[in-house]
C-alpha cells in the first residue's frame, strides 16, 4: 500500500508566477489536510477535504490560495502569483473516514524567487 | 483553542540510552488525541504514536513510548534504545476527536550521539 504521493518534491517558482502542488491520498483515505511549515517551525493547519468538498478552509490565506480534491485524481493546492513569503515546505495529508491518525507525504518545498 | 508546548529546542543524547521529550498542551475539549511525529533531515514527517485523552494506559510502539499524564496536561514522548537514525526532529501535535485539525509544537532537535 503506497503512502500518501506529493508532487513535485521541489518547486521553484519566480514571484507573480503561479504553483500547482498535488497530493495523492494513501488507498482507501477519503480526507485530505494541507498543511504550511515555515523554516524552523511546526506545520499550521491550511485546509482539510474530502472528495468535491472543503470541509475546513480557516487556514488559508484569503487570497491567492485554493485548493480542492475532485472526484478523480489528486488533491491540489494552487497558489497564484507567489510572493516570498511563500516559501516554506507544504505537506498534505491523508486519513480514512473515522480516524484520528493523519499520514503525511513528504512534502512540497516551494521556494519563490 | 489548542496548544502544544515543546520547551526543548535541542537535545543530545548517547546511543543506546534513553530520552524523554517533553510536551504539554493546553485544550478546552474533553476528548482529543496526541500524536507525536519524526522528521528526519530528509523533511518526511513519519507518525509514530497515538494517545486518546480516555486511554487509560500509555501508548507504546516498539521503541516509542508515551507517557501521558492527563491532569498535568503532559504527553511526553521516551525512546528507549536511542539510534543513531533516531537524530531527527520530533513534533508533538493534537487534534480533538471531533476536530480534525492537528496543532503542532516547535518541535525538538534529538541528537544520538555514537
Known amino acids: 500500500n503506497a503512502g500518501v504521493m506529493q508532487n513535485p518534491r521541489h518547486l521553484v517558482r519566480r514571484r507573480g508566477q503561479e504553483a500547482r502542488l498535488r497530493c495523492s491520498p494513501m488507498k482507501g483515505h477519503s480526507h485530505v489536510y494541507w498543511y504550511r511549515q515555515l523554516p524552523e517551525e511546526g506545520l499550521k493547519f491550511m485546509v482539510y477535504l474530502q472528495k468535491e468538498n472543503i470541509i475546513d478552509e480557516s487556514g488559508m490565506p484569503k487570497e491567492r490560495f485554493s485548493a480542492e480534491f475532485p472526484k478523480e485524481g489528486p488533491s491540489i493546492l494552487r497558489i497564484q502569483q507567489v510572493v516570498r513569503g511563500d516559501s516554506a515546505a507544504y505537506f498534505c495529508?491523508?486519513?480514512?473516514?473515522?480516524?484520528?491518525?493523519?499520514?503525511f507525504g513528504p512534502g512540497t518545498r516551494l521556494l519563490v524567487l | 483553542a489548542q496548544k502544544i508546548t515543546q520547551t526543548q529546542p535541542g537535545m543530545f543524547v548517547q546511543e543506546k540510552e534513553a530520552v524523554t521529550l517533553d510536551c504539554t498542551y493546553d485544550t478546552s475539549d474533553q476528548s482529543y488525541g496526541l500524536f507525536w511525529y519524526k522528521q528526519p533531515s530528509s523533511g518526511e514527517m513519519i507518525f509514530l504514536i497515538y494517545q486518546g485523552s480516555y486511554d487509560e494506559q500509555n501508548a507504546t510502539e516498539g521503541r516509542y513510548s508515551l507517557n501521558f499524564q492527563k491532569a498535568r496536561k503532559s504527553a511526553n514522548l521516551v525512546i528507549s534504545a536511542s539510534q543513531l537514525g533516531d537524530s531527527a526532529m520530533y513534533f508533538c501535535?493534537?487534534?480533538?476527536?471531533?476536530?480534525?485539525?492537528?496543532?503542532f509544537g516547535a518541535g525538538t532537535t534529538v541528537t544520538v550521539r555514537a
Open positions: 501535535a493534537m487534534g480533538g476527536i471531533n476536530d480534525y485539525k492537528l496543532s
Open positions: 495529508a491523508s486519513s480514512p473516514p473515522r480516524s484520528e491518525t493523519q499520514y
